[in-house]
């Protein structure tokens, strides 16, 4: 079954037909899809992120230091991300510079981190849209026709690497484990830099670990991705959306704030230099007080009204003067536009990431964006390691100021991420967190706008209501 | 106080169609004796002799008839599932393929939406008092608990609050896994405004009865997920202690079994973070209030632990997080 039992069943109706999924699987947390499909595409839809724990009133009247512990349960999948961005925002309040080997090693962190999410996403989340898993719980139940279109010996190949995926993102949290103490929630990144210094022993077992999980990304992560546009290339032509990007960039290569992944923002077909000014996140037809819509983080307020006639999710609609933007490895991709991997030129025919043009704002496209992300961040990696010296002091002791601002922004692997913390009589006054999910997932703004996944739904194919799987493909494809 | 729900449990087998072929299992070497081997291993690894018994090793042999749990998510954020994935011995794979039947489970079913809520009810109905409930995550009972929405049925909209109310009595054990589900965690610290509740006070609350077993840590190490469930399956509800966890791996105290007491013995405390050597009480270290075996067990396979890379932060007990804030302020 597929929802509410529609009205009409046959495909191509032309009558409305309302669709809800809830809860949408594989994914983080929870996530409630709501669809309306007529003459076989979608022309609707409405996305409500349906829990709320309120970290922001939570971090009020705390040790400072404390917000990088706290934040970092926001996300079991990247609580290196929020430990990033929180300790980012504390350098800038407690006025700190790293040394070259505390950058590092928040990188090598943060890095084996970014290869465990994705590895993580694309074959334990978003596989089993493509690839039928063994006939066993919780493989099994399924939709009765779920356009799996794989051979029956590339289907194997895909369980295969699911199964052997496992290992590999297991492996990539050891690595973290190594610098970062342990995994999920890290010790190892703090205010000031990172707690441990590596050691020749613990650089050795990191990079042994690596080279698992290099060989895995690049000859057959990578590969399976380009393997799989040929049976579903027509994936590679629906999910637009609004086609506007942000990125915050992330892994700083200096300390003069050059990243390897870049910031930057793509509006309207146009590139723009990040200016965090502009960013402004309405809550109309969000679970929060009308009051508070439309403010920069940085005056931001989160006070949730779970009773407001009208909202229907708990996730802010930020937006970037005034429009919707995604964000994600589609995003970093673009900004950074570096080359493809081999693989990727051979199969495109292309150089560079932005040649591949529209096919990148699509289901598929986003896909290959993460896998190529993923290869690039692998190869920075390996360097990391060759920089990293061992015994070299990774962190600056600063005290905790009486009054300041800071300001985190960087990235999680599925986007945009930024921290703000207001300190006042050395205690946590406000802190506010826009994520990079609520880039994506959010509903529409105070203008009416649509959200970026509820935008790239409208068109997406729905031949079948009773089974839409191209609903969970899209929305998966953004990895919330 | 705490009856064996071991005969109850006995008679479970999930029958599926097809569990994984021979030909599957050579390529994964995931074979019953291998998987035997693994889990001997760790025991001799960490010389906890007891966690294996030949005893438990019959019930991850009978568990190959795969009990059925469902793994309910509340106000949390899937590191207790990330966790578990990291499982070394057994690995992920065979405890999905060789011990549990996992029925549902938000982030790895293949299901979604009306598949998914059809197959959960289903599956609670078909094994009444014979299934166990994973809770991950709080419960938020504030504004009749409508900060978690979990799913969507026949045109009706589920809260966590309904979900467990509908569900739980019908399950024959529930396994609270994470600090938030056993205790409430950093959704129900102080500023919270939603009324998140641990799953052993909501039960109290609501009058469930359903045996509760509490397995905190933010997140808890997998091998304490994994080595409980094998111990519900064999013998029932392991030996509990006053907060509800097992104290197979929750009675010692970390600071006095911890590797670097010596130190703290002759007054050798770290000065920073970054300092190798040294007791890490003077940085925050909470270990004289914690519990948990993780100076012996360590994480990630054993390659470091929170102590050697900065300090305990007390995160499975029930006052996490207040009751150790600040982090790094001594107690």
């Given at each position: 079954?597929?929802?509410?039992?529609?009205?009409?069943?046959?495909?191509?109706?032309?009558?409305?037909?309302?669709?809800?999924?809830?809860?949408?699987?594989?994914i983080?947390?929870?996530?409630?899809?709501?669809?309306?499909?007529?003459?076989?595409?979608?022309?609707?839809?409405?996305?409500?992120?349906?829990?709320?724990?309120?970290?922001?009133?939570?971090?009020?009247?705390?040790?400072?230091?404390?917000?990088?512990?706290?934040?970092?349960?926001?996300?079991?999948v990247c609580?290196t991300a929020?430990?990033t961005a929180?300790?980012?925002?504390?350098?800038?309040?407690?006025?700190?510079?790293?040394?070259?080997?505390?950058?590092?090693?928040?990188n090598?962190?943060l890095g084996a981190n970014f290869l465990q999410s994705h590895i993580l996403h694309f074959y334990?989340l978003a596989a089993?849209?493509y690839?039928?898993?063994?006939?066993?719980?919780?493989?099994?139940?399924?939709?009765?026709?779920?356009?799996?279109?794989?051979?029956?010996?590339?289907?194997?190949?895909?369980?295969?690497?699911?199964?052997?995926?496992?290992?590999?993102r297991?492996?990539c949290?050891?690595?973290?484990?190594?610098?970062?103490?342990?995994?999920?929630?890290?010790?190892?990144?703090?205010?000031?830099?990172?707690?441990?210094?590596?050691?020749?022993?613990?650089?050795?077992?990191?990079?042994?670990?690596?080279?698992?999980v290099k060989?895995f990304i690049l000859k057959k992560y990578v590969p399976l991705i380009y393997l799989l546009a040929?049976?579903y290339g027509?994936l590679l032509k629906t999910g637009v959306g609004h086609k506007n990007l942000v990125s915050w960039g992330v892994f700083p290569t200096?300390?003069?704030g050059n990243t390897l992944l870049k910031s930057g923002v793509y509006t309207d077909g146009k590139d723009y230099d990040v200016?965090?000014?502009?960013?402004?996140?309405?809550?109309?037809?969000?679970?929060?007080?009308?009051?508070?819509?439309?403010?920069?983080?940085?005056?931001?307020?989160?006070?949730?009204?779970?009773?407001?006639?009208?909202?229907?999710?708990?996730?802010?609609?930020p937006?970037y003067?005034?429009k919707a933007h995604e964000a994600g490895p589609l995003a970093r991709m673009w900004a950074t536009n570096p080359d493809l991997s081999k693989t990727g030129q051979d199969a495109l025919g292309v150089k560079k990431f932005r040649d591949i043009g529209d096919a990148g704002f699509s289901i598929l496209g986003r896909h290959v964006a993460r896998a190529e992300e993923t290869a690039l961040v692998a190869m920075a990696v390996e360097e990391w390691?060759?920089?990293?010296?061992?015994?070299?002091?990774?962190?600056?002791?600063?005290?905790?100021?009486?009054?300041?601002?800071?300001?985190?922004m960087t990235e999680a692997p599925r986007g945009a991420l930024l921290?703000?913390?207001?300190?006042?009589?050395?205690?946590?006054?406000?802190?506010?967190?826009t994520s990079a999910t609520i880039w994506n997932a959010?509903?529409?703004?105070?203008?009416?706008?649509?959200?970026p996944i509820?935008e790239s739904?409208?068109?997406?194919?729905?031949?079948?209501?009773?089974?839409?799987?191209?609903?969970?493909r899209l929305i998966r494809a953004y990895d919330p | 106080?705490?009856?064996?729900?071991?005969?109850?449990?006995?008679?479970?087998?999930?029958?599926?169609?097809?569990?994984?072929?021979?030909?599957?299992?050579?390529?994964?070497?995931?074979?019953?004796?291998?998987?035997?081997?693994?889990?001997?291993?760790?025991?001799?690894?960490?010389?906890?002799?007891?966690?294996?018994?030949?005893?438990?090793?019959?019930?991850?042999?009978?568990?190959?008839?795969?009990?059925?749990?469902?793994?309910?998510?509340?106000?949390?954020?899937?590191?207790?599932?990330?966790?578990?994935?990291?499982?070394?011995?057994?690995?992920?794979?065979?405890?999905?393929?060789?011990?549990?039947?996992?029925?549902?489970?938000?982030?790895?079913?293949?299901?979604?939406?009306?598949?998914?809520?059809?197959?959960?009810?289903?599956?609670?109905?078909?094994?009444?008092?014979?299934?166990?409930?994973?809770?991950?995550?709080?419960?938020?009972?504030?504004?009749?608990?409508?900060?978690?929405?979990?799913?969507?049925?026949?045109?009706?909209?589920?809260?966590?609050?309904?979900?467990?109310?509908?569900?739980?009595?019908?399950?024959?054990?529930?396994?609270?896994?994470?600090?938030?589900?056993?205790?409430?965690?950093?959704?129900?610290?102080?500023?919270?405004?939603?009324?998140?509740?641990?799953?052993?006070?909501?039960?109290?609350?609501?009058?469930?009865?359903?045996?509760?077993?509490?397995?905190?840590?933010?997140?808890?190490?997998?091998?304490?997920?994994?080595?409980?469930?094998?111990?519900?399956?064999?013998?029932?509800?392991?030996?509990?202690?006053?907060?509800?966890?097992?104290?197979?791996?929750?009675?010692?105290?970390?600071?006095?079994?911890?590797?670097?007491?010596?130190?703290?013995?002759?007054?050798?405390?770290?000065?920073?973070?970054?300092?190798?050597?040294?007791?890490?009480?003077?940085?925050?270290?909470?270990?004289?209030?914690?519990?948990?075996?993780?100076?012996?067990?360590?994480?990630?396979?054993?390659?470091?632990?929170?102590?050697?890379?900065?300090?305990?932060?007390?995160?499975?007990?029930?006052?996490?997080?207040?009751?150790?804030?600040?982090?790094?302020?001594?107690?």
């Amino acid at each position: 079954m597929a929802g509410c039992k529609p009205q009409a069943e046959t495909a191509g109706s032309t009558q409305k037909v309302k669709i809800h999924i809830d809860p949408v699987t594989r994914i983080e947390g929870h996530l409630k899809a709501e669809v309306e499909v007529k003459n076989g595409v979608v022309v609707d839809a409405r996305l409500s992120g349906g829990m709320y724990r309120g970290f922001e009133q939570i971090l009020r009247g705390r040790d400072p230091r404390d917000a990088t512990q706290i934040t970092q349960r926001i996300c079991g999948v990247c609580p290196t991300a929020h430990a990033t961005a929180s300790a980012l925002a504390l350098d800038d309040a407690f006025g700190v510079e790293l040394t070259d080997n505390g950058r590092i090693a928040r990188n090598l962190i943060l890095g084996a981190n970014f290869l465990q999410s994705h590895i993580l996403h694309f074959y334990h989340l978003a596989a089993l849209d493509y690839v039928n898993g063994p006939d066993t719980a919780p493989f099994i139940p399924r939709y009765k026709n779920n356009d799996v279109r794989l051979p029956k010996d590339l289907n194997q190949v895909g369980v295969d690497q699911y199964l052997e995926a496992l290992e590999m993102r297991k492996i990539c949290h050891e690595m973290v484990a190594l610098l970062g103490g342990k995994m999920p929630h890290v010790q190892g990144i703090v205010v000031g830099g990172s707690t441990e210094i590596p050691t020749r022993e613990a650089l050795n077992a990191y990079a042994e670990r690596f080279k698992k999980v290099k060989d895995f990304i690049l000859k057959k992560y990578v590969p399976l991705i380009y393997l799989l546009a040929g049976p579903y290339g027509d994936l590679l032509k629906t999910g637009v959306g609004h086609k506007n990007l942000v990125s915050w960039g992330v892994f700083p290569t200096d300390n003069k704030g050059n990243t390897l992944l870049k910031s930057g923002v793509y509006t309207d077909g146009k590139d723009y230099d990040v200016d965090p000014a502009m960013i402004k996140e309405f809550v109309k037809y969000s679970w929060f007080e009308d009051s508070t819509t439309g403010l920069n983080p940085t005056k931001g307020e989160t006070k949730p009204n779970p009773n407001k006639a009208g909202a229907y999710s708990f996730i802010k609609a930020p937006r970037y003067n005034g429009k919707a933007h995604e964000a994600g490895p589609l995003a970093r991709m673009w900004a950074t536009n570096p080359d493809l991997s081999k693989t990727g030129q051979d199969a495109l025919g292309v150089k560079k990431f932005r040649d591949i043009g529209d096919a990148g704002f699509s289901i598929l496209g986003r896909h290959v964006a993460r896998a190529e992300e993923t290869a690039l961040v692998a190869m920075a990696v390996e360097e990391w390691l060759a920089q990293a010296q061992p015994g070299k002091e990774t962190f600056v002791p600063a005290s905790i100021p009486k009054n300041a601002e800071g300001l985190g922004m960087t990235e999680a692997p599925r986007g945009a991420l930024l921290h703000y913390v207001d300190i006042k009589d050395s205690v946590i006054s406000n802190y506010q967190i826009t994520s990079a999910t609520i880039w994506n997932a959010n509903p529409r703004d105070d203008m009416g706008v649509r959200g970026p996944i509820e935008e790239s739904l409208i068109g997406v194919p729905v031949p079948d209501v009773e089974n839409p799987v191209n609903v969970g493909r899209l929305i998966r494809a953004y990895d919330p | 106080m705490f009856f064996l729900v071991f005969n109850s449990i006995k008679e479970v087998p999930v029958k599926d169609e097809q569990v994984l072929p021979e030909a599957q299992q050579e390529k994964s070497g995931v074979t019953r004796r291998s998987f035997l081997k693994a889990v001997t291993g760790t025991a001799a690894g960490i010389g906890i002799s007891q966690v294996v018994s030949p005893a438990l090793i019959h019930a991850l042999e009978k568990g190959l008839e795969r009990h059925p749990v469902v793994w309910i998510q509340g106000q949390g954020c899937t590191g207790c599932s990330v966790s578990l994935l990291n499982s070394v011995s057994p690995p992920i794979a065979d405890v999905l393929l060789k011990i549990i039947s996992l029925q549902y489970h938000p982030t790895v079913m293949a299901s979604e939406g009306e598949t998914a809520m059809a197959n959960l009810f289903a599956i609670a109905k078909e094994y009444k008092g014979r299934f166990s409930i994973v809770v991950e995550g709080a419960i938020p009972t504030a504004e009749d608990g409508k900060y978690c929405i979990v799913g969507e049925y026949h045109h009706k909209e589920y809260s966590m609050v309904e979900l467990m109310k509908e569900l739980a009595p019908q399950a024959g054990s529930v396994l609270a896994v994470g600090t938030c589900a056993a205790y409430g965690g950093i959704p129900a610290a102080e500023g919270n405004v939603t009324g998140a509740t641990g799953v052993m006070d909501f039960f109290k609350a609501e009058g469930i009865k359903t045996p509760v077993v509490n397995i905190p840590g933010c997140p808890p190490h997998p091998d304490w997920i994994v080595l409980s469930i094998a111990h519900l399956l064999e013998k029932g509800i392991p030996e509990l202690d006053d907060n509800g966890r097992p104290t197979l791996f929750f009675g010692e105290n970390i600071h006095d079994n911890c590797p670097r007491l010596a130190l703290y013995d002759e007054g050798e405390l770290s000065e920073t973070l970054s300092d190798p050597k040294g007791c890490r009480m003077d940085l925050g270290c909470k270990g004289p209030d914690t519990y948990a075996d993780c100076y012996k067990r360590k994480w990630n396979g054993g390659l470091n632990w929170c102590v050697d890379n900065a300090v305990c932060i007390g995160c499975v007990e029930p006052g996490f997080p207040d009751a150790q804030s600040p982090f790094y302020e001594p107690a």
